[in-house]
């Protein structure tokens, strides 16, 4: 029986070229996209056995603390300004107007007993 054969490869070969104008597509506008969490997995964290912490504090040496019993009043000066003023006036005449301006002063030393303060000896 003569047949008529298949070839099994065929060789095809296309000349030419299409143009669909695709160049020039241009998207003016996006879509709007959404998007949402729906559900967050549960964690779950087990802690079985804390550790065990251990602190030991201890003091080697306490500092020296000196106190003094003849503490005075060092010898200091105060300085206070003064200004006074007296008036006298008798119907809204003034009879006397006198006026005080200096310095008052304080002056802070070791007590030392004055001869007046120690009576007659």
Do not use: F
Request: aromatic share 2%; hydrophobic share 45%; net charge negative.
């Amino acid at each position: 029986m003569g047949g008529v054969t298949i070839p099994k490869a065929y060789d095809i070969t296309l000349h030419g070229g299409a143009d669909m104008d695709l160049d020039n597509i241009h998207i003016k506008e996006m879509p709007q996209v959404n998007m949402a969490i729906k559900e967050i997995p549960s964690l779950s964290i087990a802690v079985t056995q804390l550790p065990t912490i251990r602190l030991e504090m201890a003091v080697k040496e306490l500092p020296t603390i000196r106190l003094d019993a003849d503490v005075g009043i060092k010898p200091t000066r105060v300085s206070m300004p003064m200004n006074t003023h007296v008036c006298l006036k008798l119907l809204g005449l003034k009879l006397l107007d006198l006026s005080l301006c200096g310095e008052n002063m304080v002056i802070i030393e070791p007590y030392v007993p004055r001869s007046a303060e120690t009576g007659c000896a």
